[in-house]
């Protein structure tokens, strides 16, 4: 016994310490529930977790006082020879009786507790998985956002989930999941279809989590994450008013915009009040326009609103101000194959294939995580998707992509875009 203490004390501690690093360092834990849907399955775990351990501690100390207690002498009589033991029996029928009751009961009352009806005043989104990435819609608030759910904290928010092509599995470990995404199943006469799954939870801390998918779905399934942002209600409520107007235009125009003007909607007609226009151009400073001399205010507002065209034959020569870059990507972005898949809030751009990019700059990943989202990284991604997540359905500038031709943007045509899509926050 005093040989085997020091080795059963390591076995006890480094349990011990296990169980206390499980929260630190580990944004994916189960042991951090931040959620009442976490708490309650956390609960359950743990419950059932201390009833076996400590039912692994009885036997385990029971076949060490026996092997010890009654191992072979060099004089040891024959044992007494029995038959049954009724009392015995009857004990150790009855006790894991009893303990079962013990995990069963709560077990039961978890499962009816996590599979509530929602209430009148829950969040309803509609989560729809995609090879790979998540579309999150919020029809209450008519908002359709990808990859990042962002939802008001001591609200519940009731997911009704379902796929658009192959099974995925929505899992954020610290809220709740993992529950499959299904696909919508062929429409049959007269049959409703009831394939959506769906998962109810109300968040009690503000903080940013991930999540990922967590049922194999194809070539990229390790890099379908999400990014879950609980807010408290004021903050979720001024992210609702951002996603409805498309965010604030980073160059200084007026959000409104006419859709009827199509895809080419930097012109005349969206010179901006006086105000906007002093908005937009403080950051240009004359020192980046090399060999020209410091332009007026005036110059200044018309570099804004018309800036040089990018492209072959026309390349930038100097160092362009943030802002011209990014209406100069949102001048190309418009005009370009990208809106046929993506949506932008408040711009023409309304395609519904793609993710949509309505503030998708201050979204932590570029491609559902598969980068951090910078300049550098997007640029990569618009370039050649396949280089930063492969598998990936979109096509690249020169490469083709979920049947998509390449976009054929030029390599400045990309650093603009890149530049505009980041300023969407
Ligand atoms: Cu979607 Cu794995």
Redesign the pocket.
Known sequence: MRRLAPSLALLISSLVGAGCEAGAGYPQTTFRPVSEFGRIVNDVFYNTFNWTMGIMLVVIALILFAAFRFRERPDSPEPAQIHGNTKLEIAWTIVPAIIVVFIGVPTIQAVFDTQREPPEDALRVEVI?H??WWEFRYPEYDIVTANELWVPTDRPVSLAMRSAD?I??FWIPRIGGKRDVNPLPRRREGVEPKHDNYLLFTVEEPGLYLGQ??????EA?AI?RMTVRAAEQDDFAAWVERMRSGGPQTTGLPPARDPSAGALVVGAEQVPDQEGGERAVPAVAPAQVVGAPAPSQAQQQQCGQRPAPTGAGNPFRAPLPDVVLQQEGERIFLSSSCITCHAIAGTAAAGSVGPSLTMVGSRPWVGAGAAAMDHENLVAWIRDPESVKPGTLMPGTRTAGGGLPPTGLTDQEVRAVAAYLLSLK
């Open positions: 998985g090879q790979w192959v995925h599995s998918c967590a049922e194999y779905c194809g399934h379908m």
